[in-house]
């Protein structure tokens, strides 16, 4: 457990906020793994919650992309009031999404935050090839760093809404038709993250299209 000082905070969308924090001394940490952050102001201390390192390790800072839920009173509603000199308490680090090779990445809404961390860390060593993208959002101003992963992707990354209608981009939902019609073969490696309705409908359809269930990565 260790205090660790807020550096600077920014809204990446209307209740995405990254905050980004000081690094302990020799703190190394896996593309994709997660930790445990809570407040360090009285009465928030014990109350924990898992969040995902976005920054790359050769970064002088960490950083984290926090979904503040505005409508209770939980942990991000207060992490929303944070700025520059408040403090987290980091727990302890464990894994959540591991790279396991080249793959097509499926992510709901913060469900992003392991895949930006691996993608940055696979853009800094050049080893972004085979990677593809498919982001499901319900509406285009929830998109979290849309310029930087079409940056790393390219022609690889495709947003998809959910609840408005953008011109030029696709308004579905990901079933097993659009998983058809945009992967086409299944035998290949699938990374899913996203709320637990998306993971398991998404982790169900690759399934009964033929992925090999060795080959999700949840
Ligand atoms: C391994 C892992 C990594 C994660 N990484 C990230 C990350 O990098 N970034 C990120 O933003 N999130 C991440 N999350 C999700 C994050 O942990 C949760 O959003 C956070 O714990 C919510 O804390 P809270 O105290 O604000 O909400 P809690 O009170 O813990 O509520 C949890 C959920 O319940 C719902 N809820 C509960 N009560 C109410 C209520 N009264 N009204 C409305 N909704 C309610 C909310 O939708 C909320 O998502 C991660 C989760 C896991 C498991």
């Given at each position: 457990m260790i205090t660790l000082k807020i550096i600077k905070t920014s809204y990446l969308t209307h209740n995405v906020k990254q905050f980004v924090v000081e690094k302990p001394k020799d703190f190394v940490y896996k593309p994709g793994h997660s930790t445990y952050l809570s407040i360090n102001q009285p009465g928030w201390e014990d109350?924990?919650?898992?969040?995902?390192?976005?920054?790359?390790?050769?970064?002088p800072h960490l950083e984290f992309i926090i979904k503040i839920y505005d409508e209770h009173n939980g942990v991000t509603k207060q992490m929303g009031t944070l700025n520059a000199g408040d403090e987290f308490i980091m727990h302890e680090v464990f894994g959540s999404i591991d790279y396991k090779g080249p793959g097509i990445f499926l992510a709901g809404g913060t469900g992003i935050t392991p895949f930006i961390a691996i993608f940055r860390a696979l853009h800094y060593s050049g080893n972004m090839r085979k990677i593809a993208l498919i982001y499901s959002n319900q509406k285009r101003d929830d998109v979290i760093l849309g310029e930087e992963l079409f940056q790393m992707l390219g022609p690889a990354y495709l947003n998809v809404f959910t609840r408005e209608g953008v011109i030029g981009f696709k308004e579905r939902k990901i079933d097993k038709k659009f998983l058809i019609e945009t992967i086409g073969r299944f035998d290949r490696r699938f990374y899913v993250c996203g709320p637990k309705s998306f993971t398991e409908e998404i982790t169900e359809a690759l399934i009964s299209l033929g992925a090999e269930p060795e080959s999700i990565v949840i």
């Amino acid at each position: 457990m260790i205090t660790l000082k807020i550096i600077k905070t920014s809204y990446l969308t209307h209740n995405v906020k990254q905050f980004v924090v000081e690094k302990p001394k020799d703190f190394v940490y896996k593309p994709g793994h997660s930790t445990y952050l809570s407040i360090n102001q009285p009465g928030w201390e014990d109350k924990r919650r898992p969040f995902t390192f976005t920054s790359l390790n050769a970064w002088p800072h960490l950083e984290f992309i926090i979904k503040i839920y505005d409508e209770h009173n939980g942990v991000t509603k207060q992490m929303g009031t944070l700025n520059a000199g408040d403090e987290f308490i980091m727990h302890e680090v464990f894994g959540s999404i591991d790279y396991k090779g080249p793959g097509i990445f499926l992510a709901g809404g913060t469900g992003i935050t392991p895949f930006i961390a691996i993608f940055r860390a696979l853009h800094y060593s050049g080893n972004m090839r085979k990677i593809a993208l498919i982001y499901s959002n319900q509406k285009r101003d929830d998109v979290i760093l849309g310029e930087e992963l079409f940056q790393m992707l390219g022609p690889a990354y495709l947003n998809v809404f959910t609840r408005e209608g953008v011109i030029g981009f696709k308004e579905r939902k990901i079933d097993k038709k659009f998983l058809i019609e945009t992967i086409g073969r299944f035998d290949r490696r699938f990374y899913v993250c996203g709320p637990k309705s998306f993971t398991e409908e998404i982790t169900e359809a690759l399934i009964s299209l033929g992925a090999e269930p060795e080959s999700i990565v949840i």
